[in-house]
Each structure stands twice: as C-alpha cells, then as structure tokens.
C-alpha cells in the first residue's frame, strides 16, 4: 500500500533529510530532536548545511530561474517563489520549515520535473503545486515582511495588475493565520 503521509510530513522528511536540519539522532521524536528543530540556527549554519545541497538550490540559481522564467512560469508561480524566499531569509523561522522551503524551492529550480517545464500551459503545474504545498505548510511563518517584498519584486517585474490575481496564495497565508 502506497505511504499516506502528509504532503508537510512527506516534504519536511526530505528537507530533513537532505539539510540534515533538526535531526539530532537515529530516533526522530527524541526530545532533544523536538527542542533542536524548534530553535533557530544562525545564517552561517543554515548556508552551510544548504551547500552540501548541490546545484538543487542556491540563491544565485533561485535568481537565475526566476529571471530567466519567471514570466513564461507566471504572475502565480514567481509570487509562491518569492514569498518562500523572502520567508527562507527570515532568521525566526524554524529549521523544519527552512527545509519545507529549501526543498520547495530546489524542485523549483530543478530541471528534472515531472511536467517538463518547456510543455505550454501545464509545464509549471507541478512547480506551482509544489510552491503552494510549501506556502500552505510554512504559511504561519510568512510575515508582512516578505509579503511586501514579494509583491515588490513582483510589480516591478510584472507591473501593477499583477498583484490582482493572487488570491489563491494569499488565501492560503490567510486560513492558516486564522487557524492558530
């Protein structure tokens, strides 16, 4: 039978994996695991775990896509990006939820998809399905801070009318705030 694992178990399991990030022994729900995961690790920490990550993500390829593709990707997808990469920058948010975003965003950046980017219309469903699944996990960690320099970054590349066809996203920010 087929894993029933959440999306948010199955993608902090793999941040986890790669990032080595709130793993402290063999047993995952020790206590010291528990308390490591909750507490925040400095940027030199975090980047130097991130570098062992290979080309799958770095802030100059993060860049690099989103220049490159952001506007065949679309006004959506670039926000989901951003708003994770802005969060990711956030020295509060979680190890557990760096990971969820790192992983996020290194499929993200990552040639190999299961939609070939270059496929018109669907090449960046499963970007995009990725992107979101992570902003609904980390929602609570995304602050006004990031949201701002998303939308930022977003109306100077796309203009104004870009910021009208967010809903989505910003709905799943919205439910999990009020969840909590």
Request: no cysteine; net charge negative; hydrophobic share 40%.
């Amino acid at each position: 039978m087929a894993d029933k694992k959440s999306w948010k178990d199955r993608m902090s399991e793999y941040g986890r994996d790669k990032l080595g990030i709130g793993v402290g022994g063999k047993d995952p729900i020790d206590a010291e695991t528990v308390r490591s995961a909750s507490q925040p690790i400095d940027e030199a920490e975090f980047q130097s775990r991130v570098k062992g990550y290979g080309k799958e993500y770095s802030e100059a390829s993060f860049w690099e896509k989103v220049k490159k593709f952001g506007k065949k990707a679309g006004v959506k997808v670039v926000y989901a990006a951003l708003l994770l990469f802005y969060t990711l920058k956030d020295s509060d948010v979680p190890p557990w939820a760096k990971s969820v975003i790192v992983g996020a965003l290194a499929y993200f950046i990552s040639p190999l998809d299961i939609i070939p980017d270059f496929i018109p219309v669907v090449g960046y469903l499963d970007d995009f399905s990725t992107l979101i699944a992570a902003v609904s996990i980390v929602a609570k960690h995304i602050d006004d801070e990031a949201r701002g320099k998303a939308r930022a970054r977003l109306v100077a590349w796309f203009g104004e009318s870009a910021t009208l066809d967010l809903g989505e996203i910003e709905a799943k920010i919205d439910t999990s705030k009020d969840s909590e």
